[in-house]
Structure formats: structure tokens, C-alpha cells
């Protein structure tokens, strides 16, 4: 069974940089889907996509590692196989930026069309001083 | 970016009514398109994958369709466990988007 698990602060203060781990049990993520990805969600509101990092060279986006625009500047998304996980920061935290965050497995179907196969349970966030 | 933008914003149906949800791209996303479905409290579920493929383990009364612009997540017979939030999500381009989502209310 794929299980994904995310790990971080529950509450961090304004202008803090947060700083989020993605696991997984019984399996080694990097031998698992193609990557990982981090996506968020406000309390009450949509899924937001935040980033990607795959495991080989991307061939289809020519970018191992995507960030969504309006967040690139805030986000460094890195990996380490030898600890089984992959680590996403997001710097000059904001109140607007409390919510769920979840972590998801990338798989790829035929022709690199990618998905979120697998999602951690989510960790709230909470940025307030 | 590549706007997704799902209608309608919520719906109220039936248990047994047959329900169409819509997906429209701000562009031609060929058919790197997924469909999500989310229950309160918990993770989104993924249902469909590359436009019309189900994932394992997903009841075959969910199906999509779709191509380009326009794509169709359809639940043939609402059943009690389908009142959710279900969202599409374009993996086109290497900057990903998702819908504003489709809250499936009890009539």
C-alpha cells in the first residue's frame, strides 16, 4: 500500500520560512510514480498547485523541477533519496498562506501524461503571530 | 498559467440522477487531464487520469470524456459515497492547475 505522510510546523509566524517533509512507509518514494509534487488549500477553498520534482531527467517539461509562478520566488523544492524523502520550503510566510498542504506521488500514463496518483493526508498550517 | 475553469460551481442532484460535471482549458491541453474527487477533512482521491482512463479501484459509474479545450466527468448513477467536491487538474504544461472545483450537494 502507498502511503505518503507529510511532516512539518503547525504553526509558523509571519515573515518565518516553513519548511515541509514528505515521506513515505513501506516503500522508497524514489522507486515509486516519477516524482512528487506539493499542492495546498485554504480553508474553505480550492486545491493550488505549488510544485514538482521527478526523480530522472523530465522529458517532457524540459524542467525537473516546476514551480507554480506566482509562488517561485518563496518556494525551494529538493530531494534526497538517501532519507527517503522530499523537502519543500516556502519563505516569507504570510497568514494567506494557512491551509492543508499535501504532498502526492507523480505517476505517468502513456505519452508522459502525468497525475497525482497518491496523496499524503495533509498537514494544516497555520501562520499567525 | 493555463485557467481551468469548472461549471457548474456546485450542483444539487439525486441519489440515481446521472451528473455531468465540465472542465474547460484556457488552451488545448490535448488530454492531460485528471479528475479528482475530494470528501470533507480528507485528501483528494484521484478518479481519472489522461482525460478518460479510470483508476484502479474507482466504480465504472464514473467516466470521462473530452479533448482540446472542453472535458466532461460524468457519474452515470449518483450514489450517497459521491456527495463530494471533485476537481480537474491540467498536467499540459509543466505548471500545473486545478479547477475551482464542483461541490455535488444532496437534493
Known amino acids: 500500500q502507498i502511503t505518503l505522510r507529510e511532516s512539518g510546523p503547525s504553526l509558523v509566524k509571519p515573515t518565518q520560512t516553513l519548511t515541509l517533509t514528505c515521506t513515505s512507509s513501506g516503500f522508497l518514494l524514489h522507486t515509486s510514480g516519477v516524482g512528487v509534487g506539493w499542492i495546498r488549500q485554504p480553508p474553505g477553498k480550492a486545491l493550488e498547485w505549488l510544485a514538482l520534482i521527478f526523480w530522472n531527467d523530465d522529458k517532457r517539461y524540459n524542467d525537473d523541477k516546476p514551480y507554480s509562478p506566482s509562488l517561485r520566488s518563496r518556494l525551494t523544492i529538493t530531494k534526497d533519496t538517501s532519507k527517503n524523502q522530499v523537502v519543500l520550503t516556502m519563505t516569507n510566510m504570510d497568514p494567506v498562506d494557512t491551509g492543508t498542504y499535501y504532498c502526492?506521488?507523480?505517476?505517468?500514463?502513456?505519452?508522459?501524461?502525468?497525475?497525482?496518483?497518491?496523496w499524503g493526508q495533509g498537514i494544516l498550517v497555520t501562520v499567525s503571530s | 498559467d493555463i485557467q481551468m475553469t469548472q461549471s457548474p460551481s456546485s450542483l444539487s442532484a439525486s441519489v440515481g440522477d446521472r451528473v455531468t460535471i465540465t472542465c474547460r482549458a484556457g488552451?488545448?491541453?490535448?488530454?492531460?487531464l485528471n479528475w479528482y474527487q475530494q470528501k470533507p477533512g480528507k485528501a483528494p482521491k484521484l478518479l481519472i487520469y489522461a482525460t478518460a482512463n479510470l483508476q484502479s479501484g474507482v466504480p465504472p459509474r464514473f467516466s470521462g470524456t473530452g479533448s482540446g479545450i472542453d472535458f466532461t466527468l460524468t457519474i452515470s448513477s449518483l450514489q450517497p459515497e459521491d456527495f463530494a467536491t471533485y476537481y480537474c487538474q491540467q498536467s499540459y504544461s509543466s505548471t500545473w492547475t486545478f479547477g475551482q472545483g464542483t461541490k455535488v450537494e444532496i437534493k
Open positions: 488552451q488545448n491541453i490535448n488530454n492531460y
Open positions: 502526492a506521488q507523480i505517476s505517468e500514463a502513456s505519452g508522459w501524461r502525468h497525475y497525482f496518483e497518491y
